[in-house]
């Protein structure tokens, strides 16, 4: 397991977490980083993705306006800033580098993945 989130908890609806994407000796720079997310009885589902020069951001419309990604590539780390957070936003949040640098879909390439952090919004 490459890499690894950390950051989630819980927090009333309206509140906010920011989630950190990080690889332990594997270099994140030269690829694309998505966030996924999957609560139970749901499939797992691209939140956002963030190209390696940042320039390509997409958001899923869920999220717009609320989240936000960025990336620090001299701390080989991505983070995730997410307000006004909803409890339709619970659910277990994962990280994963793309095969490509370049930011395609939501769906993207999946490539490798972290372990997963619980975000858990209550109302």
């Known amino acids: 397991v490459p890499l690894v989130e950390s950051g989630g908890g819980l927090v009333q609806a309206g509140g906010s977490l920011t989630l950190s994407c990080t690889a332990p000796g594997f270099t994140l720079d030269y690829y694309a980083i998505g966030w996924f997310r999957q609560a139970p009885g749901y499939e797992r589902e691209g939140v956002v993705c963030?190209?390696?020069?940042?320039?390509?951001?997409l958001y899923a419309d869920s999220v717009k306006g609320r989240f936000t990604v960025s990336r620090d590539n001299n701390k080989n780390t991505v983070y995730l800033k997410m307000n006004n957070l909803r409890p339709e936003d619970t659910a277990v949040y994962y990280c994963a580098t793309d095969t490509l640098s370049n930011c395609r879909s939501l769906r993207g390439s999946p490539e490798h993945w972290g372990q997963g952090t619980q975000v858990t919004v209550s109302s």
């Open positions: 963030i190209s390696s020069g940042e320039g390509i951001i």
